[in-house]
Antibody, heavy 118, light 107 residues
Framework: QVQLVQSGAEVKKPGASVKVSCKAS????????MHWVRQAPGQRLEWMGW????????KYSQKFQGRVTITRDTSASTAYMELISLRSEDTAVYYC???????????WGKGTTVTVSS | DIQMTQSPSSLSASVGDRVTITCQAS??????LNWYQQKPGKAPKLLIY???NLETGVPSRFSGSGSGTDFTFTISGLQPEDIGTYYC?????????FGPGTKVDIK
């Protein structure tokens, strides 16, 4: 069936980096954009960036510019989100999301919990 | 960045009640406004896109309206399975931003 399967929970120390994967199945991976959204505990959802899976072009929220990189491996139908220089405020659930529109997303991964703690 | 606000922040209503949530954008976003439902520990679920279009498979008791800066989301006949937090989200320009959410529970 159509789904996005994300990698498992991560625990990182401040200053480290994390790379979360999102494997798509059940549809043509290159047809739709992939977005990354995070949610810190008790906070609202926060859009981080997106990748045009077809050509690899990316756009990031200015808040994360320089710290986040979104990539994809079309042969593996997998998108990745790497966040560097982690700090405690990056503790959150990270979601990948996709759909037939650039601006709204009917397909979401289950989320990957990233905990940043010394 | 476009700021999104929602009201109320939480509400408690009885089964069968009509529930209304409002969302306001800090500038004109035309109809580039979506609504999601999120249950604890789960990913958001798309309910309404482009202000008033019902996503496939979503019950018709959910509806949306508005354009420009002011939007409304309505549940016409609250059901027990509707408890959760509802978020509005714009996609008029980058970065996309979400409202702070409205937590809905059953009285």
């Amino acid at each position: 069936q159509v789904q996005l399967v994300q990698s498992g929970a991560e625990v990182k120390k401040p200053g480290a980096s994390v790379k979360v994967s999102c494997k798509a199945s059940g549809y043509i991976f290159t047809r739709y954009a992939m977005h990354w959204v995070r949610q810190a505990p008790g906070q609202r959802l926060e859009w981080m960036g997106w990748i045009n899976v077809g050509n690899g072009n990316t756009k990031y929220s200015q808040k994360f510019q320089g710290r986040v990189t979104i990539t994809r491996d079309t042969s593996a139908s997998t998108a990745y989100m790497e966040l560097i220089s982690l700090r405690s405020e990056d503790t959150a659930v990270y979601y990948c999301a996709s759909g037939y529109s650039y601006g709204y997303w009917a397909l979401w991964g289950k989320g990957t919990t990233v905990t940043v703690s010394s | 960045d476009i700021q999104m606000t929602q009201s109320p922040s939480s509400l408690s209503a009885s089964v069968g009640d009509r529930v209304t949530i409002t969302c306001q954008a800090s500038q004109d976003i035309s109809n580039y406004l979506n609504w999601y439902q999120q249950k604890p520990g789960k990913a958001p679920k798309l309910l309404i896109y482009d202000a008033f279009n019902l996503e496939t498979g979503v019950p018709s008791r959910f509806s949306g309206s508005g354009s420009g800066t002011d939007f409304t989301f309505t549940i016409s006949g609250l059901q027990p399975e509707d408890i959760g937090t509802y978020y509005c989200q714009h996609y008029d320009s980058l970065p996309f931003t979400f409202g702070p959410g409205t937590k809905v529970d059953i009285k």
